[in-house]
């Protein structure tokens, strides 16, 4: 994920100063939630992001990744068949200038360097993936990252599985907690720091400052509540997406 970040810093920084390129980098979520298959959503357990290399030659290009899946056969994994990722894929969401460049597939098991991701969110078909095979031959290779272990700030979209596009925030990790209702025309995307008892701690953006004993100012993200991993049918209820533009 540090590479990644550290790719879409240094893409930021350059459309800043490209006078064709005025655009930033953004979230894009190519399956309307009510299309999505609820197994997909009960089942999901993390995101697998696929970072396909880029060019800037005659314009911004994102080059097609052939996806190697693989059959589970009585407990050991056999190479099946290659999949364009551009032309045989319908990732849950992508991120880049145009909203292209990382795909981002719902993630339902894991063995070893094995797991098994949804290529196509509306009719739920799966495959399994070697990541760290996958990862070859990509200069930012291949990300992986579970609901339950949500930390480090990282940003994720608490409304797209929603019609009302309103959320409860609790003040504890708790459903007898007191909680607010927040929407998502005030917070296009938060910040995940912790994940306990299945809520998520969500900061903003906004820093607050502190000052401590000895004198010293720190600053620190403003928390807004713990919200609910999953809704009483055990559907996932956020999803994770790019971070804070340049």
Aim: proline share 3%; with cysteine.
């Amino acid at each position: 994920m540090l590479r990644l970040f550290n790719l879409l810093l240094i893409l930021c920084c350059f459309l800043q100063t490209s006078p064709a390129s005025a655009d930033a980098p953004y979230e894009t979520f190519n399956v309307k939630y009510r299309e999505i298959a609820p197994s997909v959503l009960r089942d999901t357990t993390g995101v697998v992001t696929i970072n396909a290399d880029f060019s800037w030659e005659n314009g911004y290009s994102v080059k097609d990744v052939e996806l190697k899946a693989y059959d589970k056969v009585a407990g050991s994994f056999v190479a099946s068949e290659a999949i364009s990722l551009q032309k045989q894929t319908l990732a849950l969401s992508s991120f880049g200038y145009s909203g292209i460049g990382s795909y981002r597939f719902p993630m339902t098991e894991e063995e070893g360097d094995y797991c098994r991701i949804v290529i196509d969110p509306k009719s739920d078909r799966r495959i399994w993936i070697n990541t760290q095979i996958q990862a070859k031959g990509l200069e930012n290779g291949v990300d992986k990252m579970h609901f339950d272990g949500l930390k480090n700030l990282v940003a994720v979209d608490l409304f797209v599985f929603t019609d009302s596009g309103k959320k409860k925030l609790y003040a504890e990790p708790s459903r007898e907690s007191s909680f607010v209702v927040v929407d998502s025309k005030k917070h296009e995307f938060l910040l995940a720091a912790e994940v306990k008892n299945g809520f998520v701690r969500l900061v903003s953006e906004e820093a607050i400052t502190l000052q401590s004993e000895d004198g010293k100012e720190n600053s620190t993200p403003r928390t807004l509540g713990w919200a609910r991993i999953r809704d009483n049918e055990g559907l996932l209820t956020l999803w994770i997406v790019g971070g804070p533009n340049c």
